[in-house]
């Protein structure tokens, strides 16, 4: 069990983790997991190092899912390494192709690759690709991917879990447009799907996370020392969600945000404004 500061529990209250009986639900089951190469993916996948389900793993980086495979086959998972850049469509039909050859079918998917892009409009003129490739990775591979496996996952009454954000609750703050509209997109698309979804006996979660310390946070410079969650955390709440079937995760603060961003949204538009405003004189003076 990971260790969690003072700070993480309070901000990040979750259920409290069971290891067995998240084993009573997965042994011999079929898990696909993306982004598994470091941060939340890799440590939801060393979560399930001690049962006995198939853990596929996907993300660009080869190398470090074999290592993270030679470790887990230690104990008792096994592994199958399966390198992709789901930004590519050719090499998500590959990924489904193989997907669609699983002798046992497919039980869990946890749907967990992102990217993360923070930048001003006025240095997005002439980079479209930004928008493109975010939209790629965060909305346009998970909905490829669900709609092709979704006969898969009625046969076993699988389980779909979005490793979402908070901002696509919230009110939208500038400089992470491109980001923000890709993951809400997807947001709004399994939220709208659910109910068809649970006809066909497939539970769907969201994870609502605030900022998790991973490797796609490094590139901002301010968040080097904000509060984060431990990827360790979010990977036992991904295995909460496994035994439990719960819909939804988010921080309990999170109802204010939601809450003040339906009720002050003109003030809040003003507030934003004036920051914007401020910023780019800053810029402006230098």
């Not at 998790?212 to 301010?222: G, L, N």
């Not at 904000?226 to 109802?255: D, F, N, Q, T």
């Not at 009720?263 to 538009?269: E, Y």
Request: hydrophobic residues 45%.
């Amino acid at each position: 069990m990971h260790n969690y500061t003072l700070l993480e529990r309070v901000l990040f209250l979750s259920p409290s983790f069971n290891f067995e009986k998240m084993k009573k639900e997965m042994d011999g089951k079929t898990v696909l997991i993306t982004g598994a190469s470091s941060g939340i993916g890799k440590d939801f996948a060393y979560l399930l190092a001690d049962t006995t389900a198939h853990l596929i793993l996907v993300a660009r980086t080869e190398a470090n899912m074999n290592i993270v495979k030679v470790e887990i086959e230690k104990a008792s998972a096994t592994v199958t390494v399966f390198p992709v850049d789901l930004r590519n469509e050719e090499e998500r039909i590959e990924l489904l192709t193989f997907l669609h050859q699983l002798p046992d079918g497919l039980d869990v998917v946890v749907s967990n690759a992102g990217i993360s892009i923070n930048r001003p409009i006025a240095q997005s003129l002439d980079r479209y690709h930004d928008f493109t490739r975010t939209m790629a990775l965060n909305y346009f591979a998970p909905v490829q991917l669900l709609l092709s496996l979704i006969p898969m996952l009625a046969q076993k009454n699988g389980q779909i879990i979005n490793v979402s954000t908070i901002n696509a609750l919230l009110f939208p703050v500038p400089y992470w447009a491109a980001y923000q509209a890709s993951k809400t997109a997807f947001d709004t698309w399994l939220r709208s799907a659910e109910p068809e979804l649970k006809v066909k006996n497939i539970s769907t979660t969201s994870i609502y996370l605030p900022l998790v310390r991973t490797p796609m946070i490094k590139p901002t410079i301010v968040y080097q020392n904000s509060p984060a969650m431990s990827p360790v955390h979010v990977a036992e709440m991904i295995g909460h969600a496994l035994y439990m079937k719960r819909k939804v995760y988010k921080p309990w603060w999170l109802i204010l945000g939601e809450w003040a961003s339906v009720v002050f949204r003109l003030p809040l538009s003003l507030i934003v404004l004036k920051l914007v405003k401020n910023k780019q004189r800053d810029r402006d003076d230098v």
